[in-house]
């Protein structure tokens, strides 16, 4: 199978290079010896030419869309809801193949709906991060992360997920017109997050195959050696961006020094600006205002892992000594200390813009962060 | 790696539908030019989907390939009615202003494949798109592009390569090229 994988691999390659008309004379007489004796060859050059004639044909407009800019192309709760519905009706969701009721379809029925009035019923209020409303109202902007126990019931869970949410935040929430709340559940070898978004909108959000990391590696916290995965196993209620544990100790430092960050350990996270995290970066080192890391996690090595130039945020968390918030922008590192390729995964460079530490209210307050001059 | 099985759970059908509602509502927004539409097409192609019994081997694939398929079945329909009525439409597909040449629909089906080449290249990472940009809109060479984006002729043509061929498994998983 493998080798029947890495022949196609090289027979595409060559055959591409042959279309691109990057080979000598030599490699161009030979592959087109194997077009015309070998059938594979012939039908994968016809593929990959019409593949190619496509995209020549839609880059021809730099792959322009033009599309009417529509404000929120997506189903409505409410269509969704109807669409889990008609899945619950569809005959595959509710019987096995073999005509059996599947236990675990059935308990579906049942948290579905439950899901959704759960997620409803968490008036969390924690929007994005980059909202112009000010540092006393960012609070409730934040997102709501509950991690439950997989032991529990899956009725009860997500339940209880409702309830201990509203518990804890319910002052907040209830001062909250819109925001954002995230579920993470995990039980019966399920996992489902459940995330509601704008208020009214409730959009679930999973962690397809494992390889986008969610909101949920926004668990990880203390311990670098934790995944995501194992953190959400071991039942441990943990904070999304922006909140923290309710035990945690207030950060009393108003300055901080940008070796602070590295230090004792050299592990942050990366989100993007709406607060969805990016999983756990290695922090490398810094150059003045440059902070240079590399992605890690990467689950699958087939699948890209590469880091859009733009706008992120990174969040540092130094138990119970600070926790920083940074924004910034980023880019594949040009820095000769640490170059563009570290290894399996790209170097970047973040250029910090803006620093906040997070107080004991889990409030944002502004935070000087010395960073060593360029040479 | 993506098939999912008659015994797959919900959890990873609905993960699918979590995954790519809403890129396809865009495909098929694209095409028929209709939110509503759109959203009954994809809502369809996904009853389609929960409730097909032979294994699926391709689950993307097949998505993508049952709401191209059922919003040119719709496009057609309206196309046909509209020209029932007499009235000229003007949408990306519309087939009147060639509705007398030989083939509109094949014509219809050639445009929708370089709009869903479109598509899957806006779902592409930034810099994927900006390396196809710079090779097939602004001919730069492969040099040019090292020296634009700071990396080694041969790191673009490994990148680049790389790009083509998961939009040509893509395209080919999908039935747009054969």
């Known amino acids: 199978m493998n080798l029947e994988f890495e022949e196609q691999s090289n027979r595409r390659e060559r055959l591409l290079r042959y279309l691109l008309d990057e080979v000598d004379a030599e490699e161009k007489f030979e592959i087109e010896k194997l077009c015309n004796l070998e059938e594979e060859w012939k039908r994968e050059k016809r593929t990959l030419s019409q593949c190619l004639a496509l995209i020549e044909e839609a880059g021809a407009d730099g792959f322009e869309l033009d599309l009417p800019e529509i404000e929120s192309l997506q189903f409505s709760p409410g269509e969704k809801e109807e669409i889990a519905n008609l899945l619950n009706e569809s005959p595959e969701s509710s019987q096995t193949p073999q005509g059996k009721v599947d236990p675990k379809n059935k308990n579906l029925q049942y948290w579905i709906p439950l899901m959704v009035a759960a997620a409803a019923s968490v008036v969390a209020y924690f929007g994005t991060m980059e909202t112009t409303t000010g540092p006393s109202e960012r609070l409730e902007e934040e997102k709501l992360l509950v991690a439950l126990d997989p032991n529990m019931g899956d009725r009860q869970a997500v339940s209880e997920a409702a309830s201990s949410s509203n518990d804890e935040f319910g002052s907040d929430s209830s001062e909250s017109p819109q925001g954002k709340a995230v579920i993470a559940f995990q039980g019966q070898g399920s996992e489902l997050a459940a995330k509601s978004a704008s208020g009214s909108e409730a959009r679930t959000d999973f962690d397809i195959e494992g390889k986008r990391m969610t909101s949920i590696s926004a668990l990880l916290r203390d311990d670098p050696n934790l995944t995501a995965e194992a953190s959400v196993e071991a039942g441990k209620a943990v904070p999304a961006l922006g909140l923290r544990q309710a035990q945690a100790a207030p950060y009393s430092k108003s300055k901080l020094d940008a070796a602070d960050l590295f230090a004792p350990k050299n592990i942050g996270y990366l989100h993007q600006l709406d607060g969805d995290s990016l999983g756990r970066i290695l922090l490398l080192g810094n150059h003045g205002k440059s902070i240079f890391f590399r992605r890690m996690d990467w689950v699958d090595p087939e699948k890209s892992f590469a880091l859009g130039v733009g706008d992120y945020q990174m969040r540092i968390d130094r138990g119970n000594d600070f926790v920083v918030l940074l924004e910034g922008s980023v880019r594949k590192s040009v820095d000769q200390n640490f170059p563009e390729t570290g290894g399996e995964t790209q170097n970047y460079q973040f250029i910090v813009r803006k620093t906040w530490k997070l107080a004991e209210n889990e409030k944002r307050r502004p935070i000087e962060i010395t960073f060593p001059p360029l040479d | ?178």
């Open chain 2, 1 to 178: 790696m993506e098939a999912v099985s008659n015994s797959s759970t919900e959890k990873s059908k609905l993960q699918w539908f979590e995954q790519l509602q809403s890129p396809l509502l865009h495909y098929s927004f694209g095409i028929l030019r209709d939110s509503e539409e759109a959203k009954d097409l994809v809502q369809e192609a996904f009853l389609k989907f929960f409730n097909e019994e032979q294994k699926i081997h391709h689950p993307k694939a097949w998505l993508y390939s049952t709401t191209r398929n059922l919003s040119l079945s719709r496009l057609r329909k309206k196309n046909r009615m509209i020209l029932d009525d007499g009235i000229r439409q003007l949408d990306l597909f519309s087939i009147t202003d060639d509705y007398k040449e030989e083939n509109p629909r094949e014509q219809l089906e050639q445009k929708e494949k370089i709009y869903r080449v479109k598509h899957a290249v806006s779902q592409l990472p930034a810099d994927s798109q900006n390396l196809l940009k710079m090779k097939f809109h602004k001919r730069m060479s492969y040099r040019e592009i090292s020296e634009s984006l700071k990396i080694s002729v041969g790191n673009v043509g490994y990148k680049l390569h790389q790009t083509i061929r998961d939009l040509a498994f893509e395209l080919e998983n999908e039935g747009v090229v054969e």
